[in-house]
């Protein structure tokens, strides 16, 4: 993976900038739904309103990357990740001071603070180009390229010896973009759209954590073969996996998808069958029913499961390399789960510790 020769380097350190053009020009260029979200532009009030045709960008992108459109090669992405993630690091940092530059936004005590964290919630272009909403179409799109990436070179090197799990664990990966894309508009209510401001660490998260640093297995499994494993234990071990991930994703996508109905329509049932039960706080209503009254970030778990699943699949469950995104995963939402706390504390008032008090689980029902 650093093996490029000087011209190519030098490609793979400019391929972030190149690809995000490539792909902003898409989403400029393609017909797009047009709905209101929920979160309200800071300067008017008014609820913000976005063009989703992420669907169509991302699968535009993965038919160019199976015809080798540009003469690139299927698995010249993985073979590039190192240089490519020194140029989307540079990018970050670029993108940031240029939203820093000149903005009156939120400012935080600590200049440094500022940077990290941002000063304004949203930024729009010509009234086409939501910024945060592009960050993600960037992000998903590549992380799925990249996995597909890594799957060509796992191929050319072992063929017909190549690892199952290895494919299984890039069509997780497929999957889950595809099921992000396909619900572009429930992404609207979740908490980086509506709390996270355009800081380095969401702009850094999006170009670099996201696409290349969640693939990361990938850099140490991807040079083996398929494990040892007896024709029976691969078939036990591919079926946990699967089903570890379609529940995670049903935790997840459900508890989405049942927040989302909420905020629109707090009086239908949620997904045709969940009652809609909520507190009255302070500054809104905090819903207590369905995945919401098993834990009170059901998602994050959902989450967890899917990345447990992504490690299982692999087969190499002795190397590390594997569980270093669940690891991940753990560390960013209990950190998270806490920040959120804090800010719905603040929001609700004492209608939030009512809701503690009857949900009592942060993130894994009867456990944590």
């Not at 890039?170 to 509506?194: H, N, P, S």
């Amino acid at each position: 993976m650093l093996s490029l020769s000087p011209p190519e380097a030098l490609l793979a350190f400019f391929a972030p900038t190149l690809i995000f053009l490539l792909l902003l020009a898409l989403h400029v260029l393609l017909p797009a739904w047009r709905v209101t979200g929920y979160v309200r532009d800071e300067t008017n009030g008014e609820l913000l309103n976005y063009r989703l045709n992420g669907l169509a960008v991302f699968a535009i992108a993965v038919v160019a990357w199976w015809f080798e459109v540009g003469g690139v090669p299927r698995d010249w992405l993985f073979r590039a990740t190192f240089y490519s993630i020194a140029g989307s690091t540079v990018l970050a940092v670029v993108l940031t001071a240029v939203l820093l530059t000149g903005n009156s936004g939120k400012r935080d005590k600590k200049r440094g603070s500022s940077i990290w964290t941002g000063r304004v919630l949203n930024k729009t272009y010509f009234n086409r180009v939501d910024f945060k909403m592009y960050l993600y179409i960037f992000g998903g799109t590549l992380l799925a390229l990249n996995a597909l990436s890594g799957a060509a070179y796992h191929w050319n090197l072992y063929g017909l010896n190549s690892n199952v799990g290895l494919f299984v664990y890039t069509g997780m990966w497929l999957f889950f973009v595809t099921d992000y894309f396909c619900f572009e508009r429930v992404q609207l209510y979740t908490y980086d759209i509506i709390h996270e401001r355009l800081g380095f660490k969401l702009i850094w998260g999006c170009l670099t954590v996201y696409p290349y640093l969640y693939v990361i297995p990938l850099w140490g499994v991807s040079h083996f073969p398929a494990p040892k494993f007896s024709g029976t234990m691969t078939v036990v071990i591919l079926a946990t996996s699967y089903v570890l991930f379609l529940i995670g994703w049903f935790l997840s996508r459900g508890s989405n998808l049942q927040k989302y109905s909420f905020k629109r329509w707090p009086e239908r049932k949620a997904l045709g069958f969940i009652e809609q039960r909520w507190i009255e706080g302070d500054n809104g209503k905090i819903l207590s029913s369905g995945f919401w009254g098993a834990s009170r970030h059901i998602n994050y778990f959902g989450e967890f499961l899917i990345a447990l699943a992504m490690a299982l699949v692999l087969g190499h469950i002795l190397s590390f390399w594997v569980w270093i995104y669940p690891i991940f995963i753990v560390g960013l939402f209990i950190h998270r789960q806490r920040t959120d706390d804090v800010l719905c504390e603040k929001k609700y008032g004492t209608a939030w510790n009512e809701y503690c008090r009857q949900t009592r689980y942060r993130i894994v029902p009867g456990i944590y």
